[in-house]
Every structure is written in structure tokens, then in C-alpha cells.
């Protein structure tokens, strides 16, 4: 079965920064297409940023230039480096991945009505004003 822990999560001033972390186990990590997706109080899960298995990478357009995703694959594991967060960043951070989704040309093909989508338990992050 897969799984995925995610750690790092926090509460932070605005312009704080954050490192998530997410660590797979049970599946071929190195042929999916990870990402971190968020959900804020009120609002639907979306996504953040993607990294597909060829080193593809997709931000969401609101957290561009300031957060960074990259992955470890001899550690099956991806990371998120958050820098200048926002109040609006504030929700439970969650990692995914699907084997069916991609990042082609910078544009993000993940449909969760599609396939399946394995999620992690979530971590919090919170942003202060």
C-alpha cells in the first residue's frame, strides 16, 4: 500500500518560511508524479506545487517565485521550501501522488475524477499577520 508521512509543518509570522517534507513508502515512488496540495479554512483542496517523475515541475499560480518543490529519490522523498508566507497560505498542507497524473510544458494534468490519488495524513500550517 502506499504511504506518505508528511513533517515540517508549523506556525510562522508573515514572511516566515517553512520546510515540509514528504516520505514515501510501498510503491515505485520513482514512476509518480508527487505534489503538495492545500486546504484553507472555508476553501477546497487545491494545489501547490507537482513534481513528476521526469523532474517536471508545476507551482500554483499564487505561490510562485516565493515556494520551492524538489525531491530526493535515493530517500523517496519530496520537500517543499515555503519563503515569505502570506496569512492566505495558512491550511493543512497534504502530500499526494498518483501514477497516472503529469506535468507537461508546465502545465499540471492531475483530474482527481481520473484515477485514484494517494494522499498523507496532512501536516498544518499556519501564517500569522
Known amino acids: 500500500a502506499v504511504q506518505l508521512v508528511e513533517s515540517g509543518g508549523g506556525s510562522v509570522q508573515a514572511g516566515g518560511s517553512l520546510n515540509l517534507s514528504c516520505t514515501a513508502s510501498g510503491y515505485a515512488y520513482r514512476s509518480y508524479c508527487m505534489g ?43 520537500y517543499l521550501a515555503m519563503n515569505d508566507l502570506k496569512p492566505e497560505d495558512t491550511g493543512m498542507y497534504y502530500c499526494a501522488a498518483a501514477d497516472w497524473a503529469t506535468v507537461v510544458t508546465g502545465k499540471l494534468y492531475w483530474d482527481m475524477k481520473r484515477g485514484k490519488t494517494n494522499w498523507g ?6 501564517v500569522s499577520s
Open 121 to 126: 495524513q496532512g501536516t498544518q500550517v499556519t
Open 36 to 78: 503538495w496540495f492545500r486546504q484553507g479554512p472555508g476553501n477546497e483542496r487545491e494545489g501547490v506545487a507537482v513534481i513528476d517523475s521526469d523532474g517536471s515541475i508545476w507551482y500554483g499560480d499564487s505561490v510562485k517565485g516565493r515556494f520551492t518543490i524538489s525531491k530526493d529519490n535515493d530517500k523517496s522523498t519530496i
